[in-house]
């Protein structure tokens, strides 16, 4: 695909071809999933399901104590989906313990023919070290599912966010997990190696609403670089590309009416959608 891509962009100047942003982030949470730690906890975590959902008993037992919730639900991928059933569990901790040392789930393991199994499930949800591993999962997995969820609400172009969204995921997970760096590694060798463009670079430099927020960092040598490359892409002439940088910077020194109050405030009301 990335071949065919490359090709069309040779033979049609004005063309940008990009990867599915949903799949790329989608294998940066599949790489994330196959660190042993958080491998370990999905693993630990998807056994309590699979035990749950493998007798209507448990299930019913396991739902009069979450108030009838499930622990899984679909998601927009199959990692994703992992997330969530691991988060599902961590908002349900507390549910899950009195669950386990309930006279019925007692009752239950002793005369089932799973019960060396439902002992393992007991330990499990009794550990308060498999619910520390179980947060760091969700502390690593959140941004990136975040920003999976909206770029598939397809209520409007994501080109001009996705650059700031992986940056705010990667400050999310700095926030949260002091060993953040190799979290960071994983998403940087997706990003470099698979999804990132210039057009991504320069889609973020130009969204207006990024640009009134001035809560992003725009003279970087690498957003810089992209809209450069972006603007000789689609206009050969140096005359015409020193001119459309030099509306550029009008408009981000915010001169003249670029730089009146209302017209900021009416421009991130706008690609807010609000």
Excluded at 75 to 85: K, S, V
Excluded at 94 to 118: I, P
Aim: charged fraction near 30%; glycine fraction near 4%.
């Amino acid at each position: 695909m990335k071949a065919a891509g490359e090709q069309l962009m040779k033979k049609r100047k004005h063309l940008f071809w990009s990867p599915c942003v949903a799949h790329c982030i989608d294998l940066m949470l599949e790489d994330i999933g196959q660190m042993k730690s958080i491998k370990d906890a999905i693993k630990q975590g998807r056994r309590i399901t699979s035990f749950t959902y493998n007798s209507d008993k448990v299930v019913n037992l396991m739902k009069t104590y979450t108030n009838n919730r499930e622990l899984l639900r679909p998601d927009i991928t199959r990692f994703a989906t992992e997330f969530i059933a691991t988060e599902s569990l961590l908002g349900h901790t507390t549910e899950l313990k009195r669950m386990c040392t309930s006279n019925e789930w007692h009752k239950y393991t002793s005369s089932s023919k799973r019960r060396e199994e439902a002992t393992e499930v007991s330990d499990l949800i009794l550990s308060e070290r498999f619910w520390k591993r179980v947060q760091q999962v969700c502390a690593v997995m959140e941004p990136l599912v975040k920003v999976l969820k909206v770029i598939n609400q397809d209520k409007k172009s994501t080109l001009p966010i996705i650059y700031e969204a992986i940056e705010r995921a990667k400050m999310a997970i700095e926030i949260v997990v002091k060993d953040y760096q190799k979290y960071w590694d994983i998403i940087d060798d997706r990003w470099y190696r698979q999804l990132h463009q210039h057009l991504h670079a320069a889609a973020y430099f130009l969204n207006p609403a990024l640009q009134c927020s001035g809560t992003c960092e725009f003279n970087t040598r690498e957003v810089r670089r992209g809209l450069k490359e972006v603007i000789k892409r689609l206009e050969p002439d140096l005359e015409v590309q020193a001119k459309a940088m030099n509306e550029i910077n009008t408009i981000v020194n915010k001169i003249g009416e670029f730089g009146r109050a209302l017209a900021i405030k009416e421009v991130a009301r706008s690609l807010s959608g609000s």
